[in-house]
Every structure is written in structure tokens, then in C-alpha cells.
């Protein structure tokens, strides 16, 4: 459903992501991990098309995004980095505005807003502005605009970060109930939720891909921030 | 066409959830309804006509509209949700026209309620009710005109104060392209062709050519490809300088 070849990124004479590739099918849950400025969201922000990549493709459900933009974004939901929304709309403004976009009008939207709300627990705040709004509601508006239209691939930029432990167990809890139809991307800076939700691992540091495995075989090689921090710490030592 | 619909409409009704629609509506409606009488002497020609109301309009727009424009994309930059935006399945014109038509559509609002002017010179006289409309029409394109110029300012920034500033300064440009002051400087030391060049692209000589009541081709295609020019750089600067 993902596909990712040799996606290369520069800002100037800096290589944020130096050649990434990897896949992700059907019913994979993918855990995006690494340092902060690794180019975790930079890959994410060219996979979701908002970046050009300087070279290499992406590509989702078989579209690719740069020469197939509007295909590709129908079949995506996207949670961007600090679940950016219009601050002076409701969050049932800004939802009914988002399902518009996505082409849903009449019984079908009102039906599918209300499921979306219930699923990520808005019902108390949905009348209200969302500048009002912690940074935890914030984040479940982000996640609902994500998957409004139950897209095929979700591209879910830090969707926990924010939230109080129990907010996360319910995400972690949504995810893994969407996961069998769907393919997934999150990036975290939690290792225990890679544990806890992933089927699958990727760790990153300078841009480069380090790790592409499952969260077991991480776990087989000791305790997982002391593995993270090895296999990271490597590379920044590797390349100065 | 419909996703256009359904930006603009997102667009305005952001407008009015905030104060920033009731304080422009509030001093627009108080400069267009003092400044004619007092300072462009409404009364004292005592002529039924709205002259005096509709030469004031492109000065009175050279504050006014920066202040709409400038929050169009610099507030999408600024506040992160251009990245929204982009991933939804809209194009780039869908966004930029959209944004565009909800702005012009505010302004066009604000014209509509400044109806009274119209009730009072019909009732103080006999107006020509064409050359008023022509005029009120005129005074759209011109404000449609400044609100893409102002559009191409705030896709440049993510400072709303630095868009303002940016398409005040424009305007200004604009306007005083048509005023003596310019055109006798350039008279006096360029051929009679730049002269009358620079005078075709004012505001001004516009909106004076419309509000003697003759909507021509000329005015029309000035502001429409003023307007479609300025789109077209919005939506190139926009995809230069989203992710900065």
C-alpha cells in the first residue's frame, strides 16, 4: 500500500533523508523511529505530498503522489506534525468542513462525523473553539480528521505525543482495531509503543535508515532504549 | 468547483467567527459614511450623485483591504495547517482561488451595506442609478484587483504585519501611478507612451474611467488578469515557500 524507493530530501547543502526505502502492506502497523531531526517527518511530509522530494518516490495504494497527487491524497489520511487545525473553527466546523473536502455530503457525512467523534471521544468538546482545546483533545481533532473518510493508508505523525496515559492506551487501542484493513505509519519517540502497537520497526538517524525489522527482534538484542540508543549513536559516530 | 465552494465558504465563515469581520465591517462603514460628507464635500456640490462617495474608495481601500488580505496564507503558514491543507485532495488553484473568492466576496458584503448612500442621494435628488451602479461595480473589480495583490503578499510571509505592510505599500504604488503628481513628473522627462502606460495600470484611471458609468473592456481586462496574474504568483510562491 506504501511504497518508498531511494526517497531522498536536501535543504540546501543539509541531507535531511539520504536515500530511504521500505514498504508497507495491508494490515501493517509501521513504528517510525528515531532521534529528533532524524527526517522522520520529512519523510513523512514527502509521502503525504506536501514536500517535493529533491529524488526518489513515494507512492500510495499505487499512486504516486507527485504524478498522481489528488489519487493518492484521497486514498490517505494524515496526521501532521502537532495536529495542526483552524484554531477559530469548532471541532464540528472544522470536521464537516474536512468531510466536505472529502466528498461526503448529507446522511452519509452526519453518520460517518458522529462515528469518528464517538471513536475518538470529542462528544464535550465539539461545539467549543478549538484554541480553547488541551493539547490532548487537539490531538484526538487531528486524529479524527485522519480518519474521517476511513482512508487506506494513515500517516500519523507523533499521534500519542500530548496525551495522558490514559488518552494513549485508547489511541494505541484505536489503531490496533483499524490496523487489519488498513496501512499504517506512526512515528514516536515512545519505544514501549512500538511494543505496544506495531507489527513492524524502522529506526532512522541522520536521514538514513538503520533498522527494518520486527519489534521482537529489536527486543531480542537487550532492552529496547539501550538497542535505540546503540543503533543510533553508531551512525552520529559512524558519519563524524 | 465544489471544492472551491467549500474552501471559500470555510474561508468566510472563519471571517465572521472571530472579531476581525465586525471590526473591518464597523470602521468601513464608518469611513464610507463620514469621510464623503466630511472631507469630499457630499453636500456643499450639491449635485445628486454619488461622485464624491466612489472617489474615495481606492484610498479608502489602501488600508482597508491590506487588512483582509494579510491574513489569506500568512496565517496558514504560521499556524501550521497549509500542511492540512495541502493533503487533502484539493489543487493548488482549488486553494487559491477559494481563499481569493471568500476575501473578494467580504469586501463585496461590506459594499453591499453601504446601501444608505445610495437611499440618501435618491431621496436628496435624482440621481443617474446607472452610473451608481457602474460605479458600485467598479468599485468590486478594483477591490477584487488589490485583494490578489494582497493574496501574492501573504503567500510571500508568514507575518501577517509584513503582509499588511508589503500591500499597502502595492496599493500605494498603484494609486499614485494615476495621480497628476506622478504623471506630470513623468510628463515633463519621458515620452508622451510611458506616461500613458503608467497611467493605465492606476487604480485610479481605472476606477474613473468606471464610475463615469462605462464599465469598458479595458477596465475589465485590467483587473481581470491584474486578478489572474496575481493568483497564478500566489499559487508559485505558495509551492516555493510552503514547507519554510
Known amino acids: 500500500m506504501i511504497e518508498i524507493k531511494n526517497l531522498t530530501k536536501d535543504f540546501g547543502t543539509l541531507r535531511a533523508v539520504d536515500g530511504i526505502t521500505f514498504s508497507v502492506r495491508r494490515g501493517e502497523v509501521l513504528g517510525f523511529l528515531g532521534p529528533n531531526g532524524a527526517g522522520k517527518s520529512t519523510t513523512m511530509k514527502m509521502l503525504t505530498g506536501f514536500l517535493a522530494p529533491t529524488s526518489g518516490t513515494a507512492s500510495i495504494a499505487g499512486h504516486d503522489i507527485e504524478n498522481q497527487p489528488m489519487a493518492a491524497k484521497k486514498k490517505l489520511g494524515y496526521l501532521p506534525e502537532g495536529a495542526p487545525a483552524y484554531s477559530d473553527m469548532t471541532p464540528a466546523g472544522f470536521l464537516d468542513f474536512v468531510a466536505r473536502i472529502r466528498g461526503l455530503s448529507g446522511d452519509a457525512k452526519r453518520a460517518r462525523i458522529a462515528e469518528v467523534v464517538r471513536l475518538v471521544h470529542l462528544e464535550t468538546v465539539l461545539h467549543q473553539s478549538i484554541d480553547t482545546l488541551s493539547k490532548g483533545y487537539k490531538r484526538r481533532v487531528g486524529l479524527a480528521q485522519a480518519i474521517l473518510h476511513d482512508p487506506e493508508v494513515l500517516v500519523l505523525d507523533e499521534p500519542t505525543d500530548g496525551l495522558d496515559p490514559n488518552q494513549k492506551h485508547e489511541v494505541r487501542a484505536l489503531i490496533r482495531a483499524m490496523a487489519p484493513n488498513k496501512a499504517i505509519v506512526l512515528s514516536t519517540h515512545i519505544l514501549e509503543e512500538v511494543e505496544a502497537v506495531c507489527t513492524r520497526a524502522i529506526i532512522i538517524a541522520r536521514g538514513k535508515l538503520l533498522f527494518d525489522g520486527t519489534p521482537q527482534e529489536l527486543l531480542s538484542r537487550g532492552p529496547l532504549d539501550e538497542v535505540f540508543r546503540k543503533i543510533t549513536t553508531q551512525a552520529t559516530a559512524a558519519a563524524s | ?244
Not at chain 2, 18 to 39: D, E, I, Q
Not at chain 2, 156 to 179: P, Y
Not at chain 2, 226 to 231: K, N, S
Open chain 2, 1 to 244: 468547483m465544489k471544492n472551491v465552494w467549500t474552501l471559500a465558504t470555510r474561508e468566510l465563515s472563519g471571517y465572521f467567527s472571530t472579531p476581525v469581520a465586525y471590526v473591518f465591517l464597523f470602521f468601513y462603514l464608518v469611513f464610507m459614511g463620514v469621510l464623503p460628507f466630511a472631507l469630499a464635500g457630499f453636500y456643499e456640490r450639491e449635485q445628486a450623485d454619488l461622485v464624491p462617495f466612489f472617489q474615495l474608495h481606492p484610498w479608502l481601500y489602501l488600508f482597508l483591504i491590506p487588512a483582509v488580505s494579510m491574513r489569506l496564507w500568512a496565517e496558514e503558514r504560521k499556524s501550521g495547517t497549509i500542511e492540512l491543507l495541502m493533503t487533502l485532495p484539493v489543487t493548488m488553484g482549488q486553494m487559491v482561488v477559494g481563499k481569493f473568492l471568500a476575501a473578494w466576496l467580504f469586501t463585496g458584503i461590506a459594499l453591499v451595506l453601504t446601501f444608505p448612500m445610495y437611499w440618501t442621494v435618491n431621496w436628496l435628488g435624482k440621481p443617474d442609478n446607472g452610473v451608481i451602479l457602474a460605479s458600485y461595480i467598479g468599485s468590486f473589480l478594483l477591490a477584487g484587483g488589490y485583494l490578489a495583490v494582497g493574496s501574492l503578499f501573504s503567500a510571500m510571509t508568514k507575518n501577517q504585519v509584513i503582509a499588511f505592510v508589503l500591500t499597502f505599500v502595492a496599493g500605494l504604488g498603484l494609486v499614485f501611478a494615476g495621480h497628476p503628481l506622478v504623471l506630470d513628473w513623468i510628463t515633463t522627462r519621458f515620452p508622451v507612451a510611458i506616461t500613458d502606460a503608467v497611467r493605465s495600470f492606476s487604480f485610479l484611471t481605472q476606477m474613473n474611467t468606471i464610475s463615469g458609468g462605462v464599465i469598458d473592456v479595458r477596465a475589465l481586462t485590467y483587473f481581470g488578469s491584474l486578478i489572474v496574474a496575481c493568483l497564478i504568483g500566489s499559487g508559485i510562491v505558495l509551492d516555493m515557500k510552503k514547507a519554510t
